[in-house]
């Protein structure tokens, strides 16, 4: 599976960004795909996942309202629409896939965001900056 990410940016407080990330490779090999980002000097969190076996999509407290992650299947490609974005949104995001079903509420998180390591692709990054 390869993840080729793109859309990142510099944009003002309260605007909008687009993240898209391209995925090639057998649907079969994944079976949850998300967005995790990664600021200077801080661990890499989760942002949004979806699950491919229940369809479910999940986002972190910091992004809900504000986030919204789909698929166009018929394109393999997955969107991350950023709206009144923060300065705090800034960083280095990432798409990446997962064989294991790790978009999933587990003890009150999402499983994935709390084991980043479950991930089993990675996508090169985008740089998203907002200033103030």
């Known amino acids: 599976v390869q993840l080729q990410a793109f859309g990142g940016g510099l944009v003002q407080a309260g605007g909008s960004l687009s993240l898209q990330c391209a995925v090639s490779?057998?649907?079969?090999?994944?079976?949850?795909i998300g967005w995790f980002r990664q600021a200077p000097g801080k661990e890499r969190e989760g942002v949004s996942c979806?699950?491919?076996?229940?369809?479910?999509?999940h986002y972190a407290d910091s992004v809900k309202g504000r986030f919204t992650f789909s698929r166009d299947s018929a394109k393999n490609t997955v969107i991350l629409q950023m709206n009144s974005l923060k300065p705090d949104d800034t960083a280095v995001y990432y798409c990446?896939?997962?064989?294991?079903?790790?978009?999933?509420?587990?003890?009150?998180?999402?499983?994935?965001?709390?084991?980043?390591?479950?991930?089993?692709?990675w996508g090169q990054g985008t740089q998203v900056t907002v200033s103030s």
């Open positions: 990446t896939v997962a064989e294991e079903d790790v978009c999933q509420y587990y003890e009150g998180s999402i499983y994935w965001f709390t084991m980043p390591e479950e991930s089993d692709y």
């Open positions: 979806i699950s491919l076996s229940d369809g479910g999509t």
């Open positions: 490779g057998s649907r079969l090999d994944y079976d949850s």
